[in-house]
C-alpha cells in the first residue's frame, strides 16, 4: 500500500471517530436531540398536582375519651388491636372505631377531630401548604368532626375531598351508595372531586353521590346542629349563637366506669378512676336552679351540669376520695374565656336564696375546651368574671 493510500484511509477513520464523539456527548447528559422527542407529562386539565409531603415523620395524634370498641393499627402490614388512652397514632397508621365506638384524637399541629362509630381512617403524610401544614385524613367509611387549630386539613374518600381551613367540618361517607356529605358549623369548608368544586361557609351543607357527581351546597337543619351537640361539646357555644336548636334536657345513665360522657352537648364528665363502690349520676338543669348569682359573677356561658356521688350504702357523698378522679370540661365557644364553678346545695331544683356556696374551680384549657376538676357533688358551669 502506498504513502497516499495510508494517508486516505487514515483521514476516513479520524472523521468518523470525531462524528461519533460528538453524538456520544450530547446524549452523554441526558439532553434529547430535540425538545419534541422528550416525554414531558402535564396534569390534566381540572386536576390538582400532590403537594410535595413534609413532616411526615413528626405529625401524630394522640387518642383519648375512648367510648366502645375502638381499634388502632400502625400500619395495614399488622392487625388492629384495642385502642389505649395515650396512644400516639403515626403516619401511615390507623383508628377504627366499631358499632357504639367513640374516640377523640389530639393531632401535634393543635388540631382536634373526633369519630363517630364504625369509621376508619388512615393517617397520611402532611402537605406543606400556604396556610400551614396540611393534615391529610383518607376516610374509608364513618363520620368524623373536626376541629382546626391552625394550617389546614383534607379528608379523603373515594367520592372526593373534604377540605377546611377554619374550623369546624365534618364529614360522613358512605362506601355502599358513594354518599359523601359535609358540613361546615364555623369558617371556611370545601368539596371537590371530578365533577366539581364548591366552597362554603358556616351553616352550609355540600353533598355528592359519586366521584363524578358534581357537589351540591345546601342548609344545615336542626339535626345537624343537634349531631354537632352530641358529638363534639367544642361546639355548644357555636351551636347556641348560629342555630334555633335548644338544648334538650339530659340524663345520663348512671356512670359506674371510666370514659367520657358528653351530657346535652353542654359539657363532659371525664371519668378517670373511680372507687369500686363509687357511682356518679349527671343531668341538665336549667340557669335558675342556681339561685342568686353573686356580684363577682359577670355572666354565664355554659351550664347548668350537675354531678351527684353515690358511694355504696352511705348514699350520696360531698367529695371524692383519692382513689377516685372525674374533671368536668365545658365548651366556651369562638375566643371566649371563663372559669368553672361548683354550686351547692346540688338538691333542689331551685336553688334557695340563702345558705348558698360558690366555688371557683382551678380552669384550665384544653383542645377547645375549658376544664376543672370535679371532685364534689354538685351544680358544675362556666361563667364570666367582672373585671
Sequence with gaps: MNKGLRIAIAFVLLIGILVLARGQMAWAGGVPASVSDAQVSFP???????PTPVGGDSLSAKLSEIA?????????????????????????????????????????????????????????????????????????LGKLWVILKGGSLQVETPSGVAAVQGSYLSVWYDPVTGQLRITCLEGHCSLENEGGFVEITGGQTATTHGPNDPPKVGVMTDQDYQDWLGNSPESAGLVRSASTVQVPSTVLPLIAVTGSYSLGGICTFRVYELAQDVTLNADLLPYESLGNRPDTIDGYLAGVCRGVYNQGSK?????????????????????????????????????????????????????????????????????????
Design 44 to 50: 390534566q386539565s381540572g386536576a390538582t398536582p400532590v
Design 68 to 140: 366502645g370498641p375502638v381499634e388502632v393499627r400502625d400500619s395495614q402490614d399488622v392487625s388492629f388491636t384495642k385502642a389505649t388512652p395515650g396512644y400516639e397514632l403515626e403516619l401511615l397508621g390507623q383508628t377504627q372505631t366499631q358499632t357504639g365506638g367513640k374516640v377523640r384524637l389530639d393531632f401535634s399541629t393543635g388540631t382536634l377531630v373526633r369519630l363517630g362509630p364504625n369509621t376508619l381512617f388512615t393517617l397520611q403524610a402532611a402537605q406543606d401548604k400556604a396556610q400551614g401544614l396540611g393534615v391529610r385524613l383518607q376516610m374509608t
Design 315 to 387: 348514699g350520696v357523698i360531698d367529695e371524692l376520695g383519692s382513689d377516685s378522679k372525674v374533671e368536668i370540661c365545658f365548651a366556651p365557644g369562638p375566643d371566649a374565656t371563663g372559669t368553672i364553678y361548683v354550686y351547692n346545695p346540688w338538691q333542689p331544683a331551685v336553688g334557695p336564696s340563702s345558705g348558698e356556696t360558690w366555688t371557683a374551680l382551678p380552669t384550665k384549657p384544653d383542645g377547645g375546651l375549658l376544664c376543672a376538676p370535679a371532685q364534689q357533688t354538685g351544680k358544675y358551669f362556666l361563667a364570666s368574671l367582672k373585671p
